[in-house]
């Protein structure tokens, strides 16, 4: 039933959020713009990219970098519907945002509502029946049902609802590095995979060669000691 009051209520605002839709580029999510390096990114959310965490070095250079704070916003923005922010990026290129917004701030919302705020940025909403990945890189794929979506030749944002509460989250992504990225995090789970034997042998022997040198040291200092 929410589907069709959302494609309802698209049909009789069409020409008003397409208008909308043409104020704010596609390319950029809020003051964060795909593309952008981490470096970037991070003074944006007054945060230093050594937190970024590294998910794969091979075949490139995946890394997130979570943010669950309201300080980068200015006092004047407060209260914000923001409760948390992930950023992944794909070479130090930002490729996809997944936006947590606060269940307090969205109590008693509507799937409707959220995505008439969001049309008022973005324009018209499709309703396709579809999933997004919500999931952090490198991690086991997490899918929900995508409520809306808004999208240009390059660019997507997708609303859903997260899976427990009552709240909602958007997935907001530049087709192109995304991707790149998804691809990129295929090859390596299967490197992975594929070199796993030989990590564990590794593993085995290194843990092998500590004991026994553990075992040569104690033999060493107890030799001399030891009384009949």
Same mark, same amino acid.
């Given at each position: 039933?929410?589907?069709?009051?959302?494609?309802?209520?698209?049909?009789?605002?069409?020409? $008003?959020?397409?208008? %909308?839709?043409?104020? #704010?580029?596609?390319?950029?999510?809020?003051?964060?713009?795909?593309?952008?390096?981490?470096?970037?990114?991070?003074?944006?959310?007054?945060?230093?990219?050594?937190? &970024?965490?590294?998910?794969?070095?091979?075949?490139?250079?995946?890394?997130? %970098?979570?943010?669950? #704070?309201?300080?980068?916003?200015?006092?004047?923005?407060?209260?914000?519907?923001?409760? /948390?922010?992930?950023?992944?990026?794909?070479? @130090?290129?930002?490729?996809?945002?997944?936006?947590?917004?606060?269940?307090?701030?969205?109590?008693?919302?509507?799937?409707?509502?959220?995505?008439?705020?969001?049309?008022?940025?973005?324009?018209?909403? &499709?309703?396709?029946?579809?999933?997004? $990945?919500?999931?952090?890189?490198?991690?086991?794929? *997490?899918?929900?049902?995508? $409520?809306?979506?808004?999208?240009?030749?390059?660019?997507?944002? /997708?609303?859903?609802?997260?899976?427990?509460?009552?709240?909602? @989250?958007?997935?907001?992504?530049?087709?192109?590095?995304?991707?790149?990225?998804?691809?990129?995090?295929? *090859?390596?789970?299967? %490197?992975?995979?594929?070199?796993?034997?030989?990590? *564990?042998?590794? %593993?085995?022997?290194?843990?092998?060669?500590?004991?026994?040198?553990?075992?040569?040291?104690?033999?060493?200092?107890?030799?001399?000691?030891?009384?009949?």
């Amino acid at each position: 039933m929410f589907r069709f009051r959302l494609a309802l209520i698209g049909v009789l605002f069409l020409p $008003l959020f397409a208008s %909308l839709g043409t104020a #704010q580029s596609f390319s950029r999510y809020r003051d964060f713009e795909f593309g952008t390096d981490i470096d970037t990114v991070a003074k944006q959310i007054h945060m230093d990219a050594s937190a &970024a965490t590294t998910v794969h070095r091979r075949p490139e250079v995946i890394q997130t %970098l979570n943010w669950r #704070q309201y300080s980068y916003l200015s006092s004047a923005a407060k209260p914000d519907s923001l409760q /948390s922010l992930r950023f992944d990026f794909y070479n @130090g290129a930002l490729a996809r945002i997944v936006v947590g917004y606060d269940p307090v701030q969205a109590q008693g919302l509507t799937v409707e509502d959220i995505a008439e705020a969001i049309s008022n940025v973005y324009g018209y909403p &499709a309703v396709p029946d579809a999933t997004v $990945l919500i999931s952090p890189p490198g991690s086991v794929e *997490e899918r929900r049902p995508v $409520l809306a979506r808004w999208e240009s030749p390059d660019y997507s944002y /997708s609303l859903f609802s997260v899976a427990y509460g009552s709240s909602f @989250g958007l997935i907001a992504l530049s087709k192109r590095l995304d991707l790149m990225a998804t691809v990129a995090v295929r *090859e390596a789970n299967r %490197l992975d995979a594929l070199e796993a034997p030989m990590r *564990e042998a590794a %593993l085995q022997k290194k843990e092998e060669e500590d004991r026994q040198a553990a075992r040569d040291k104690a033999r060493l200092l107890s030799k001399p000691n030891f009384r009949p």
